[in-house]
């Protein structure tokens, strides 16, 4: 399988593409769109959060579960949208908690997480496609093979990462992170429905700074 992903990914990853899950996957993903299906992310994008964060320069993983389905949305970064559409619920709740969180964080008009990717910030969906206006409509079809075995692999071969878990789906991936090497922070899925079971105060933005500086590591510059 033919994908557009940064070396330092497909160093780690290589014997998952040739897996029959991802070949099974590829001709689900052709099947799609000889049906007339229109998937998002676009076909360039899928493999984005991978492309912006390179393995070895990984410090935070955030997870999410399942790209936007709406034009212009998704383009390969867990609660991330492109610019030019409006912000989505869980993000403008993760603004609001960034600005009781960050002093002088003030919420941008845009919900394009780039910046943050190329810091270190891995930004990764649980399923990398969707299927337009149909969402979960990509799940079960390997893509969360793939993905537990990203989780997997950094919690094998690096140490000293964060892991931001928002949510039951999330907090799923708990077993298969070590605990002993890396640091995971749960809480609330930043969703409306949720975000006041615990989302709000879990500061977990400042936390991650804290963690970063303690190991003699850059912080995060959260403001977009």
Same mark, same amino acid.
């Given at each position: 399988m033919t994908v557009l992903i940064n070396e330092s990914w497909k160093d780690v990853l290589a014997p998952e593409f040739e897996k029959s899950y991802?070949?099974?996957?590829? /001709?689900? =993903? &052709? @099947? +799609?769109?000889?049906?007339?299906?229109?998937?998002?992310?676009? $076909?360039?994008?899928?493999?984005n959060a991978f492309n912006h964060t390179p393995f070895d320069q990984v410090k935070v993983v955030i997870l999410g579960q399942d790209p936007y389905h709406g034009d212009g949305q998704a383009h390969g970064l867990s609660f991330s949208v492109q610019k030019g /559409?409006?912000?989505?619920?869980?993000?403008? !709740?993760?603004?609001?908690? =960034? +600005?009781?969180?960050?002093?002088?964080?003030?919420?941008?008009?845009?919900?394009?997480?780039?910046?943050?990717?190329? &810091?270190? /910030? =891995?930004?990764? !969906?649980?399923?990398?496609?969707?299927? @337009?206006?149909?969402?979960?409509?990509?799940?079960?079809?390997?893509?969360?093979?793939?993905?537990? &075995?990203?989780? %997997?692999?950094?919690?094998?071969?690096?140490? $000293?990462?964060i892991f931001l878990l928002w949510g039951k789906n999330a907090q799923a %991936?708990?077993?298969?992170? !070590?605990?002993?090497?890396?640091?995971?922070?749960?809480a609330a899925h930043p969703s409306p429905f949720s975000a006041y079971n615990g989302f709000f105060g879990c500061r977990h933005f400042s936390r991650t700074n804290e963690i970063l500086e303690h190991q003699g590591k850059t912080a995060i510059d959260w403001q977009i």
């Open positions: 991802m070949k099974d996957l590829k /001709v689900f =993903l &052709q @099947k +799609e769109k000889q049906d007339g299906k229109v998937i998002f992310p676009p $076909g360039s994008l899928i493999f /559409v409006g912000v989505p619920p869980s993000l403008k !709740n993760i603004y609001k908690e =960034l +600005e009781s969180d960050i002093p002088g964080f003030v919420a941008p008009s845009h919900g394009e997480l780039t910046k943050w990717a190329d &810091q270190g /910030v =891995l930004l990764l !969906n649980a399923t990398l496609t969707v299927r @337009k206006a149909q969402p979960a409509s990509h799940q079960k079809q390997g893509w969360e093979i793939f993905t537990d &075995q990203v989780i %997997k692999t950094l919690s094998e071969k690096r140490s $000293g990462l %991936k708990i077993p298969i992170i !070590n605990k002993e090497k890396h640091t995971i922070l749960s």
